[in-house]
């Protein structure tokens, strides 16, 4: 028995355990790996947010000096909070399907979450330009509306990404993925 009375939860053995899964973690270690990717999760979320409001107010704003700082701040958010808590919300989301009866691609709720959140990281990495748009405006230079207004669309979508992945962690929708699978052909001599 545990500190609290609850029975011990042995360590299956590799290809063992409810469809030969592998690891699956004691309850402590469970409870810190869902707190650390829930903490994760909403901070990201949290993070896209104000990467959309500084987005917009350096797009929607008459006011010059209120441009560059806005860009700056967005660097910082996208290094300082962005990349950072959407790998560790990959991570600690792929270690908790990787140890539960959910799984990382047996259910379409958690395929769907991986792959929101895949997409919101490459969306980020290839269309987000927030150093760019920053060296542009401390040049003098102010970047077009087009351009300023594909940064709000690219992180507005990213949020609208996160909000559905939330969602779907909420109702976890029925239904699990039907992968196909190879068929055997038995030969006879």
């Not at 779907?168 to 196909?180: N, T, Y």
């Amino acid at each position: 028995m545990s500190v609290r009375g609850e029975a011990p939860v042995r360590e299956a053995a590799p290809g063992a355990g409810p469809a030969g899964r592998a690891w699956r973690p004691r309850p402590a270690v469970r409870k810190t790996l869902v707190l650390v990717h829930v903490v994760a999760s909403v901070a990201l979320a949290g993070s896209v947010w104000g990467l959309v409001l500084l987005n917009l107010t350096a797009t929607l704003t008459t006011d010059a000096a209120l441009v560059e700082p806005a860009y700056r701040l967005v660097t910082v958010l996208v290094f300082g909070g962005g990349i950072p808590l959407s790998f560790i919300s990959l991570a600690s989301g792929i270690a908790l399907g990787l140890g539960s009866r959910w799984g990382v691609l047996r259910h379409w709720w958690v395929f769907a979450k991986l792959l929101l959140l895949v997409t919101t990281i490459l969306f980020g990495a290839l269309l987000g330009q927030p150093e760019a748009m920053a060296g542009a405006v401390a040049d003098g230079t102010l970047p077009s509306a087009a351009r300023r207004w594909r940064e709000v669309a690219v992180v507005a979508a990213q949020l609208a990404m996160l909000l559905t992945a939330t969602g779907l962690s909420v109702f976890k929708p029925r239904g699990r993925v039907r992968w196909p699978r190879p068929r055997m052909r038995e030969r006879r001599a």
